[in-house]
């Protein structure tokens, strides 16, 4: 069983950045690929940023493409979102999850297994 607890939403005005972290308990961290979803109210959760185990791949959604940078630090069991240039339609709870494989798309949330409650991400215009 792997455990997310995000961090780090807030109220941001647009043009700012925001820097989202997600704590996961897991013992081999370094094996699950992490991925980072957002949900606006009345929209579907929709996919921003995946990272492989190793760090080294990484996908990113349309909307986040530019702006957004996936990390993570498998010594300290963390993943972070790294965003830049928010906008009022970035506004949404955002959520880690974590699985250890996907079958056929890193974009959609049926594929990852542990998610966290989640961290409110609030773009002021």
């Known amino acids: 069983q792997v455990q997310l607890v995000e961090s780090g939403g807030g109220l941001v005005q647009a043009g700012g950045s925001l820097r989202l972290s997600c704590a996961a308990s897991?013992?081999?961290?370094?094996?699950?690929?992490m991925g980072w979803f957002r949900q606006a109210p009345g929209k579907e959760r929709e996919f921003a940023a995946a990272?492989?185990?190793?760090?080294?791949?990484?996908y990113y959604g349309a909307s986040a493409k530019g702006r957004f940078t996936i990390s993570r630090d498998n010594a300290e069991n963390m993943v972070y979102l790294q965003m830049n240039t928010l906008g009022p339609e970035d506004t949404a709870l955002y959520y880690c999850?974590?699985?250890?494989?996907?079958?056929?798309?890193?974009?959609?949330?049926?594929?990852?297994?542990?998610w966290g409650q989640g961290t409110q991400v609030t773009v002021s215009s």
């Open positions: 990272i492989s185990g190793s760090g080294l791949l990484k």
């Open positions: 999850a974590a699985t250890t494989s996907i079958v056929n798309n890193y974009a959609v949330p049926a594929e990852y297994d542990y």
């Open positions: 897991a013992r081999t961290f370094s094996t699950y690929i």
